[in-house]
């Protein structure tokens, strides 16, 4: 008897960085070593990028776009990819928030195909005119197309409750963790970080995108006030890319800010899998100053914790879950540098407190109860 067949659509994939993607990407793997044929359907967000590929057995479908529209894409090839793609899986699993996500619902419910939607975030995009008309349609299609299936998944009650979007169908929403997996560490990878970072030195750090959402700013603003309170030397490294898609403006502000603080900050760039291991092993505390819901969990948050690193984390629905849940950190006011800063020394100076429920953080975040959760909702 042949795999079932399951198609995952979402705007981004891989080597996109971002909560979603590695979200998708880890679930897809986890269902394929359960015997399912994977297909994921995005956009060709990169010009470099096939159209079409094999990645660790997963089949990858790139569509050409036209336009680009601040995050999102205009795309008739994905439409056409649409109707070949549903109609030979057996059931079509999209991430929200997509604009075109709407297109394989409507398509998946001609075919009666079964349709379960994730809805990772809310998007909060800067203010502007225009963004304000974008984020209206994108939240349209993003509720239509949560109306069209059969089952909607998202990370937390806490985030739903307050998600301006969510609200509208709360009655159909099922709630499971992402699928966190531990980060490998390899010595070699760490030896190499040591080096850029410095031995003998309190290191805490901060990995994602250099966007808006991510609340930088607050994390470099408080390094003044952490000078007066610490009274030790510290770095801070931060990895992830450097230039996220739509956010020149935001990018400047943070490089003008890293030349002010240039001797206590380390950017690392893009990290590879083989590195992020290495990565938490040299913190002493992971920081996420995020400052609105397009962050609605932090899964790096997780992994630091499953590697003995205790948090700092804004007090954002959902994403203050992981240290709500462990107590290994604590939650702070949005966008507030000065406490920002006495939460990161606190942390920094009594580390052993925060660290004392490893086994409750492994033990809650089993990627193996979200995989049975998944294997479950396909199979109903």
Known sequence: MPAERLLFSLTYYTPYISGLTFYVRNLAYLLKKNGYQITILA??????LKFRETIDGIRIVRTKTLLRISKGFLSTDYIKQSFIEVARHNTIIISLPQFEGIIPAIICKFFRKKLIVIYHCDVVLPR???NFFIQWILDFSNLLTLKLADAVVTNSEDFAINSQVLTRVIQKIDYVYPPIIKPILLD????LLIKKTGRNLIIFGFIGRIATDKGVEYLLEAIPLIKKQLNKDFKIILAGPPEPVGEVDYRYKIQKLARQYKNNLIFLGQLKDTQLGAFYSILDALVLPSVN???AFGMVQVEAMM???PVVVSD???IRIP???TGMGIIVPL???QKLAEAIVEVLLNKKKYISKIELVRKEFDRQKTTDFFLRLIKS
């Open 43 to 48: 956009m060709q967000h990169d010009k470099n």
């Open 128 to 130: 502007s005119g225009l």
């Open 188 to 191: 070699r990878e760490k030896n």
């Open 293 to 295: 819901s397009t962050d």
């Open 307 to 309: 590697t003995d690193v």
């Open 316 to 318: 954002l629905p959902g």
């Open 323 to 325: 240290v709500k849940k």
């Open 335 to 337: 966008a507030n540098s």
